[in-house]
């Protein structure tokens, strides 16, 4: 009887189901040395895996031709188990080296090339494992254990099943396992792990559109603390820096190191610079490239300002001798260009058009003549042109009136949240289609680059409701405000429509939706109301 196989690989391994783990697996070693005939001849162990990130090393006794992939029936306790042969030869001693496997009793032997009567038995076993884990969650939780079974894993041939579970402290489940064995007929093995380990058992998907580490190839877990975090400058955002087992991503280890070691060529954020022109506060820093940003207000974010690491450590210098600077931009690094993509620029189809006749080359003494310009044929006709066109330009200034021009001053310069700012629209005497522009006036210890409005428009006979957010680009690239003026900054949204009817009255309700509360630097707040 022929087993049919059910994956694409035929059982060979390359796939989830092929492994055998019906989820996701640990990755294989790559075999560097399996073209080397000696290879074999060198060790007789092999390293087989099974379900999720479980692994073993076994004696090949019975000299079996072994390769990767191959289904095996392997030694296990009162039976035996079937597994996948992922890694032979050589290599196989430093995988047991790296697992602290030193005692060869713990080396178990292979019977023999899994038959199809064994792969029968295996598929049973393993399609009664969901079932199993979700009645087994239930007794526990019926006999009152403060425990969570995470998987449940049967041996190949179904007379022992090992019950993997987390808890926070120490749970006497001596009832549980009487309970499970006489439910389930088999006999039960408790193992608890970690919350890593129960990642890695049940595999998933990281920020980063890769396989979780725990799952694949991560096997000793360090423990994660939020010093990486700050030694990286990365926000201390709970929800950002926590992997799938609600701890502290691994991966926040991996390039601590080298952050350390930039790190120590960056002035302590907590040295204020001093310069002619005010004081400026740390406020980021980019590592890795050596550019560290600065802003003149100690808690907010103005008057932002990049320099390299190397300029602020010689301003600190100077701080320390008595001295100021002029301005902590001298010798600062200029902002890298960025690169041009040549393919997003280039027409497919350029080679496709003919090419132009070049004139010829001739090498000749030119005279130069300086003819006058010709004469127009009919000058009257392009006086007659001017005219009309600046006659159509003041029919269409005088067209777009205004019907409404007014701003309200904000109470001591700083607009609270809860302060909605009314404008009482007038009743026409026709229907007209309108637009609105709203208008804001700041000062300049106004603190954000952007400000961000909600405008509400409520009409009456007939009714009509309508309501819009507006976000205003306050500052360029250098953090300076865009708009001109003196004592204050006069800014202007693009219209929002506005549909007035005959006799329709109503107003126009404006409040700003910052996160912070209350925005210093705002003076007016006015709508513009043109046809």
Known sequence: ????????????????????????????????????????????????????????????????????????????TAGHDIGTVTLTGKLVALQ???????????IRRIYRIARPNDLERYEAAKAREHETMIKSRQIAKDLGLEMKIGDVEYQGDGNKAIFYYIADGRVDFRQLIKVLAEEF?????????????????????GPCGRELCCATWMKNFVSVGTGSARFQYLSLNPQK????CAKLKCCMNYEVDQYIEAGQKILHKDVILQSQDGDYYFFK?????????????????????????????????????????????LGGRKEPER????????????????????????????????????????????????????????????????????????KDNCWDRADTIRFTLPALTQDDNCSVLIGLR????????????????????????????????????????????????????????????????????????????????????GIHIIR
């Open 1 to 76: 009887m022929e087993y049919n196989y059910k994956c694409g690989c035929r059982g060979r391994g390359l796939c989830a189901k092929g492994s055998n783990t019906g989820h996701y697996g640990q990755l294989n070693t790559f075999n560097y040395l399996a073209d080397i005939p000696e290879n074999q001849e060198v060790t007789d162990l092999v390293e087989v895996q099974f379900k999720n990130t479980r692994k073993g090393y076994f004696h090949n006794v019975n000299n079996l031709p072994l390769q990767n992939g191959d289904l095996v029936a392997v030694e296990a």
């Open 96 to 106: 047991i080296k790296k697992a602290n496997l030193k005692s060869n009793e713990e």
């Open 185 to 205: 007929r088999v006999r039960i093995e408790m193992k608890q792990i970690g919350a890593r380990q129960e990642a890695g058992r049940i595999g998933g998907f």
């Open 241 to 244: 820096l926590a992997g799938q």
């Open 285 to 329: 820093a980019d590592v890795l490239s050596g550019m560290v940003t600065y802003s003149s207000d100690k808690r907010l974010a103005a008057n932002l300002v990049t320099i390299t690491a190397d300029r602020a450590l010689e301003i600190a210098e100077m701080n320390k001798k008595g001295e100021k600077p002029e301005t902590i931009e």
């Open 339 to 410: 690169p041009v993509d040549l393919a997003t620029q280039d027409d497919l189809n350029r080679f496709d058009k003919k090419k132009k006749k070049r004139n010829p080359i001739i090498t000749t003494m030119v005279r130069t003549i300086h003819n006058p310009l010709p004469r127009r044929k009919n000058p009257r006709m392009h006086r007659q042109v001017l005219l009309l066109l600046m006659v159509v330009l003041l029919l269409a200034s005088c067209d777009r009136s205004t019907l409404m021009h007014s701003y309200q001053p904000v």
């Open 442 to 525: 700041l000062t300049n210890s106004y603190p954000y680059e952007q400000l961000v409005i909600q405008v509400e428009q409520d009409l009456q006979h007939p009714t009509t409701h309508r309501l819009d957010t507006i976000t205003y680009n306050l500052t360029g690239n250098n953090g300076e405000f865009t708009a001109k003026g003196i004592n204050y900054f006069q800014y202007e949204t693009q219209g929002l429509p506005l549909d007035l009817k005959k006799g329709q009255t109503g107003e126009i309700r404006i409040r700003h939706l910052m996160h912070r509360e209350v925005l210093p630097g705002i003076t007016d707040v």
